[in-house]
């Protein structure tokens, strides 16, 4: 379609190059407007408020994970073969026959066919971007969707500046079709992630860290025995020989499996850890000093600390009143978490951040943690219901967690860190995502030191006032 129509008389050299440029900014558009639009519009009715309540509840909820679980397991299985998916063949034909007007509007059309009979490819590709995106930020699914247009429409835009490199592309056949395969493995394995948000966020425990790690890498497996030729689908073609390209292929699916195999015994995998359930959440880690799971929380009677667990078996608290009450006790400062079981970026602070002993040792020694999930679906107890200033009751432990950061802090994004002092208020400023490891030890060193520095000078206040009442008592 793309040589046929730009291939055609544009009139001049300058006017081709135009209409070739207005393809793919049309592409582009297709594919960001619309979701910036519902942004907008939910953004323009309810405010932050709703907006990142909608995005929360796309991001968190078992029913919207599930159904992308099983359209991603739908369209893995078209793409083995087992059938296959297409738009209404009327909407395409209708917008096909459309683009055969001239001037911009038949530019416009093209790049809408395109994304039409692209949607079986791109479909799954641009709702797995868009859910990884749903932080609660208003611009993240935004950019993404046009980092993603902007890539996909690259290549055919180039073909249509240049029409005739279209001919020097091998022709459609077995080549192809092993594509598709190869990206039905891979939608099996990125479907998972759907149902582990769903399966954590309402805790079933059906898909803990170990059981989803032997599927991937069953998974991935398979995937390198059908890149050596070892298994065949319904429209392979007969593989004569072993190209280079699939022996890199294999070997690098291979390698990512035995990379996976440690994961089964508990070893961190800190370049999956965002993907990956959490360690916590494995049955069996081997070694005595590397115990994932700590039960010290559920012992000791901590709020919600019966389905709720820290990494690398730090101790700390769920409930933000329980753990000031405790931290004021021990007079020590308070590391507030703002975390959640689908958050990607909180795992990997938590696996290549939190895990370095100097952090650990840290957090363990001179810190009161308290992990507040902005996403859990818990329902608490009546008497901890909190009424927002709308007038809504909020019920489950992520809602009203959610409400206290934006309210408080007005972020509803994770992680977020807060650093808290004696009076409530942080003792530095708030930091987010960010792998720095020494300027997180910097800044949590920093705070506990403010801290001592404040609890000096008020010890030195309260020992110059019992003087003076001494004074007082003794001039009496």
């Not at 429209?235 to 499996?257: K, N, P």
């Amino acid at each position: 379609m793309t040589v046929s129509f730009f291939l055609k008389g544009s009139g001049s050299a300058a006017r081709g190059r135009f209409r070739a440029l207005m393809y793919g900014l049309f592409i582009v558009l297709l594919y960001t407007v619309p979701i910036g639009v519902i942004i907008f519009l939910t953004w323009l009715i309810g405010g932050d408020a709703i907006t990142a309540d909608i995005f929360n509840w796309i991001a968190t909820h078992w029913l919207p994970n599930i159904i992308f679980f099983i359209v991603f397991m739908v369209f893995a299985a078209s793409f083995f073969g087992a059938f296959e998916i297409v738009l209404p063949e009327k909407l395409v034909n209708s917008s096909d026959a459309k683009a055969d007007k001239g001037g911009l509007t038949g530019v416009f059309f093209m790049a809408l066919t395109l994304v039409l009979v692209s949607f079986s490819c791109t479909g799954p590709i641009v709702g797995s971007a868009l859910i990884q995106s749903t932080s609660g930020e208003f611009w993240a699914p935004i950019l993404t969707m046009l980092a993603f247009s902007v890539v996909f429409a690259l290549p055919f835009t180039l073909f249509a500046l240049f029409p005739t490199w279209l001919k020097q592309l091998p022709k459609s056949g077995g080549w192809l079709n092993s594509v598709k395969v190869v990206l039905g493995f891979v939608e099996l394995a990125l479907g998972l992630k759907f149902l582990s948000v769903a399966d954590q966020t309402y805790h079933w425990g059906i898909l803990d860290r170990e059981i989803y790690l032997a599927i991937w890498i069953a998974i991935f497996s398979l995937m390198g025995l059908y890149l050596l030729g070892k298994l065949k689908f319904k429209h392979d073609s007969d593989m004569q020989y072993l190209s280079v390209t699939r022996l890199v292929l294999a070997i690098a699916s291979f390698s990512f499996v035995v990379y996976m195999l440690p994961g089964m015994w508990g070893a961190p995998l800190n370049a999956l850890s965002g993907y990956l359930p959490p360690i916590q959440s494995q049955d069996f880690v081997m070694g005595a000093g590397s115990v994932a799971v700590s039960e010290s929380g559920a012992k000791q009677g901590v709020k919600y600390g019966d389905v709720l667990e820290l990494p690398h078996g730090l101790d700390g608290f769920f409930d933000l009143e329980e753990a000031e009450a405790y931290a004021a006790k021990v007079g020590k400062p308070l590391f507030v978490d703002f975390t959640g079981h689908g958050c990607v970026n909180c795992r990997e602070m938590e696996s290549r951040v939190w895990s370095d002993p100097r952090v650990l040792e840290i957090l363990r020694e001179k810190y009161v943690i308290v992990a507040l999930y902005a996403d859990d679906k818990l329902k608490v107890d009546e008497a901890d219901w909190v009424t927002t200033d709308a007038g809504k009751v909020l019920k489950t432990l992520g809602k009203i967690n959610s409400y206290y950061a934006l309210k408080t802090y007005g972020v509803n994004a994770q992680p977020y860190y807060v650093l808290q002092g004696r009076d409530g208020k942080p003792l530095v400023e708030p930091r987010g995502y960010d792998l720095d490891v020494e300027a997180f030890i910097d800044e949590v060193q920093l705070s506990y030191d403010t801290l001592l520095r404040e609890n000096a000078e008020l010890v030195k206040k309260l020992e110059v006032l019992a003087a003076k009442l001494e004074e007082y008592q003794s001039e009496e």
